[in-house]
């Protein structure tokens, strides 16, 4: 490990601490209600003794968040081949895509509860339908980035066009699936809540509610804590999937952009 | 019997919208024999680019006779070899997978494949980058990758667009050197692009040489230089001579 990697993973904990620490001390000097702002220590003491609820409330709200996801990257990246090597489906679906993406999401969640009902499914299609979106935009527009020369060279060649896709176009596009699954993910989270707020059963986003509808704040804010992390793990795990997936990518471009 | 690489009345035009056609290559013929190296010279823009496209068959004459190894040029063919101005290597595959591409898509990739890309990266002085990806090397070293790529099928025309005017003269030199010594060992023909007088002269068996668009042939200049060649004939008085008579039919000098 180098300085260079430690001080990456120090300075972002430096900033976390310190906003911890004045927020702390904000708290305590002004004597803020705990249900108006509860203080980091306060929160902590309420996920300590909420562990085993945040717990069980957590793995629902994983489940339909990463099965959203992996819902929307199935269908996502197949719709973008088509969108990006087809002039007629081009025409056909994107004014579609464009204006599914143009529906607010919360509007549609009551009717999809309608369809889908209070459990899991109804939440996984709203967090599908969040990270849709830009999945097949950032896979469309990296399979049309494929650089000239590349398209040239295949084709000096003669590759069929599924050797062009296979071993040009789609390696070319990876950056940017990658780039897309990474806005994706954390948005199928917030579909995922956007759900549970609608009406759920459990999940972090039910617990949130419930919490604060009880003005039992320190909760509410240990639920929100975690569904952060919750987040940040997801997105952690797609940078991973990235590293691995693409290692001639060197580390110094895989800053958490 | 006409030579391996025969072009006739080659004639490019460009349709545009409201205007009169754009004329790219007015006449082109010339004579490529099996084995030698012709460079085609002229300024920017003059349609040598165009003519080499042609010839790979990544593009089609508008009107003209353009025949290699006694066939009709129509479509590319796995025979040619390319080189283009940028390396255009793959980022995501290392040095060796690079080379390798055209057997991948060629279907040939096997042992003997692996091991002849192995020789031609030695050819090269890259022994020992087989498993780097392209990021990790300099200019010169990717322009010398794609050089491999364009030779590891045993094409017998290889096709050069300006392959070393992005690398330093430096550089150049060297793959000036690189180029001739891969040539007198693997025999291909070669039609080589080029703006550079010098090049020119110091590489071909002959000069090409194209007049501003659109295009003719304003002179062909034998180069009667002996091999091998090495960086002192660039200060002979018959390199100077070929260099000037290069430069009069590009109408730089008189």
Known sequence: MTLRDLRTAVYPLLGVAAIVVVWQLYVAAFGVSRIVLPGPLEILRATQANWPILMRETWPTFLESVLGFALATAIGIPVAVCVANSRVLNLTLYPLLIATQSVPKVAVAPIILVWFGLGLQSKLVIAFLVAFFPIVVDTATGLRATPTGLLELARSLRASPLQIFLKVQFPAALPFIFAGAKVAVTLAVIGAVIGEFVGSLNGLGNLLLTANSQLDSPLAWAALVWLSLLGIVLFAAVVVAERLTMPWSGPARHSLD | ?254
């Open chain 2, 1 to 254: 019997m006409t030579a391996f690489g025969h072009f006739k009345d080659v004639h490019q035009s460009f349709a545009r919208t409201g205007q009169a056609p754009l004329v790219a290559i007015e006449n082109i013929s010339f004579d490529l024999p099996a084995g030698r190296l012709a460079t085609l010279l002229g300024p920017s823009g003059c349609g040598k680019t165009t003519f080499l496209r042609i010839v790979a068959g990544l593009m089609s004459a508008s009107r003209g006779t353009v025949r290699i190894n006694g066939r009709d040029v129509t479509e590319p063919h796995p025979d040619f070899g390319i080189v283009f101005q940028q390396a255009n290597l793959m980022p995501w595959r290392t040095v060796l997978n690079n080379v390798l591409f055209p057997m991948e898509i060629l279907r040939r990739r096997d042992a003997r494949a692996v091991a002849r890309a192995k020789e031609l990266l030695g050819l090269v002085g890259l022994a020992g980058f087989e498993a780097a990806y392209p990021a990790e090397l300099s200019g010169g070293m990717q322009q010398r990758v794609a050089l491999c790529r364009a030779l590891v099928h045993r094409p017998k025309l290889l096709l050069m667009d300006e392959p070393f005017g992005a690398l330093d003269e430096l550089t150049r030199m060297e793959m000036q050197d690189l180029l001739l010594d891969i040539r007198a060992k693997t025999g291909a023909t070669v039609l080589f692009v080029t703006h550079s007088i010098a090049e020119a002269v110091y590489i071909s068996d002959v000069v090409v040489v194209f007049s501003k668009r659109p295009a003719v042939v304003a002179d062909f200049i034998p180069v009667v230089l002996p091999y091998p060649r090495a960086a002192e004939i660039r200060y002979a008085a018959e390199f100077t001579a070929l260099e000037h008579r290069a430069g009069r039919a590009l109408g730089i000098t008189r």
